[in-house]
């Protein structure tokens, strides 16, 4: 999907502000812009549009809202560029924590809205894969100690090394067309069943 095939939601109550953003969107060639000027029951309108990017302007929040912004951003799993007028450290603390993607302070104008969406979207794609390269190691680092654990068995079990209960992990595993980690974790299973209580 390119950057003008974009559907971009921009929620602010402030319907002046909001033509801003969208003239801005538009000069920059996205067409699927939706506006939303009650942020009440915004979720049900995100449910209903799937944006890809969403452009929040607050120009006066008060923290209640700016929570209930944040709380969408966790929520939502999408770049989210927010506009503020005015701020201080712990909000801009909140939205690093609530995944805003850009958060910008006192500076919307139309010729800004499309280099901070593109650092939007950079910036979500970038955070998602360090996300997904975090969950991969996580998992690569569980299937090792499963697999540590199930070598551990079979060389106690069956008086052999751990080279070869390893081969014999990797043997089983071809042979059952499945991973070694769901072997190993099989094993462990099995074993602490037969453990005595």
């Known amino acids: 999907m390119t950057h003008r095939d974009l559907t971009i939601l921009v929620i602010d109550e402030n319907a002046i502000r909001a033509s801003i953003i969208e003239a801005g969107?538009?000069?920059?060639?996205?067409?699927?812009?939706?506006?939303?000027?009650?942020v009440h029951g915004v979720g049900r309108v995100i449910e209903r549009l799937q944006p890809d990017v969403i452009v929040i302007d607050l120009e006066n929040p008060n923290r209640d809202l700016?929570?209930?912004?944040?709380?969408?951003?966790?929520?939502?799993?999408?770049?989210?560029?927010?506009?503020?007028?005015?701020?201080?450290?712990?909000?801009?603390?909140?939205?690093?924590?609530?995944?805003?993607?850009?958060?910008?302070?006192?500076?919307?104008?139309?010729?800004?809205?499309?280099?901070?969406?593109?650092?939007?979207?950079?910036?979500?794609?970038?955070?998602?894969?360090?996300?997904?390269?975090?969950?991969?190691?996580?998992?690569?680092l569980a299937d090792r100690k499963v697999i540590d654990r199930a070598k551990g068995i079979l060389m106690k079990s069956r008086g052999i090394g751990e080279e070869e209960a390893y081969k014999l992990l990797r043997t089983t595993a071809m042979n059952q067309n499945r991973k070694i980690a769901e072997i190993a974790q099989s094993l462990v299973l099995a074993a602490g069943l037969l453990e005595d209580p």
């Open 25 to 38: 969107l538009r000069d920059a060639g996205h067409s699927r812009v939706s506006v939303v000027h009650d």
């Open 66 to 140: 700016l929570e209930s912004m944040f709380q969408l951003s966790r929520s939502v799993k999408r770049p989210i560029a927010m506009f503020v007028d005015r701020s201080d450290s712990s909000m801009i603390e909140a939205a690093i924590d609530a995944g805003v993607s850009a958060y910008v302070v006192d500076g919307l104008r139309q010729e800004r809205v499309k280099p901070i969406l593109d650092m939007a979207i950079g910036r979500f794609n970038a955070f998602s894969r360090m996300e997904r390269e975090l969950a991969e190691a996580r998992s690569e």
